[in-house]
Every structure is written in structure tokens, then in C-alpha cells.
């Protein structure tokens, strides 16, 4: 192979090696940050039995786009994912506790009330039922989460 083939080859190779780290980071980036409005939207979930909800932390329920939250042993709470600022996925940090959004920085405390930035309330609420022993989520009941200053009742 000559030196001017070589170095073709090369210079290719460089172009599309990037050229597919530059496609991947994209496509991440997207999967991160793309709004999830549309997703989950008034459909019922089945989750899980009151007893599966952990005690710390959230359980994640990627079918309604939300989480489960055990307040107590009497509350269970079904929040949305959907930031309520410009609707990013927000997701729980567990070293902090809390659910901090990648986009523009709103946190929310474990049960989803406002702790800080441009979010204008907490993260709203799913109705829930209890059918045949397992929660349901109904992603068309939407209580908007409280505004910053109060908690959630
Ligand atoms: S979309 Fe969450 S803070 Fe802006």
C-alpha cells in the first residue's frame, strides 16, 4: 500500500469514526432531553402491589412515563416525569434525594414539591386506584403539583 493510499485510508476512517461518535452523542443527547408530553398520556397503568413500593428512593414506572412514591405507610403517590417547566424527563437523583431536571436545573424534593428553579410548581400528581390488589396509575387524571412555598396536602 502506498503512502498516499494509506494515508486516505486513514484520513477516512478518522472521518467516519467521528462521523458515528458525533451521531451517537446526538441520538443520547435526544433520548435525555426529548420532551415526553405525548408519552403516557390517559392510559391506565398496573403497576404493582402497594407492598413493592419502596419504603426509600422511587420505583420507576416507565409505562406511564412517572414514578410510585411511598410516603408512608398509608400514601402512595404517582408522579409525573414530565418537568413542568418546558417539559423535560426528570429524573430521582438518589445520592441527593430528590428529582433534579438535566434541562434547567428544577429540583423537587422525594415527593415531588418545588425546591428550586424555573419549574412553576412541583411535579404534578396521576390519580391512582387500588384493582384487584395492585395500583393503578390513570395518566389522564393529571392534579397539577403544588406551586413553590407549599407542599403537597
Ligand atoms: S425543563 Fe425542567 S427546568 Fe426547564
Redesign the pocket.
Known amino acids: 500500500m502506498s503512502d498516499l493510499s494509506r494515508r486516505s485510508f486513514l484520513s477516512a476512517a478518522w472521518k467516519v469514526g467521528f462521523g458515528l461518535l458525533a451521531a451517537a452523542g446526538v441520538v443520547t443527547t435526544w433520548d435525555l432531553l426529548k420532551p415526553t408530553l405525548a408519552a403516557g398520556v390517559d392510559i391506565l397503568v398496573k403497576t404493582v402491589k402497594p407492598d413493592a413500593v419502596p419504603s426509600a428512593g422511587v420505583l420507576v414506572v416507565p409505562k406511564a412515563r412517572g414514578y410510585l412514591v411511598k410516603v408512608d405507610e398509608e400514601e402512595i403517590l404517582a408522579l409525573s416525569e414530565v418537568?413542568?417547566?418546558?417539559?423535560?424527563r426528570?429524573p430521582f437523583i438518589d445520592e441527593n434525594n430528590q428529582f433534579e431536571?438535566?434541562?434547567?436545573?428544577?429540583k423537587f424534593t422525594r415527593v415531588g414539591d418545588y425546591i428550586e428553579?424555573?419549574?412553576p410548581r412541583g411535579l404534578d400528581e396521576y390519580g391512582t386506584e387500588i384493582v384487584d390488589g395492585v395500583i393503578e396509575i390513570d395518566t389522564s387524571d393529571v392534579i397539577a403539583g403544588p406551586a413553590p412555598g407549599s407542599e403537597r396536602a
Do not use: I, K, T
Open positions: 418537568c413542568p417547566h418546558l417539559g423535560c426528570v431536571c438535566p434541562c434547567h436545573g428544577s428553579g424555573p419549574a
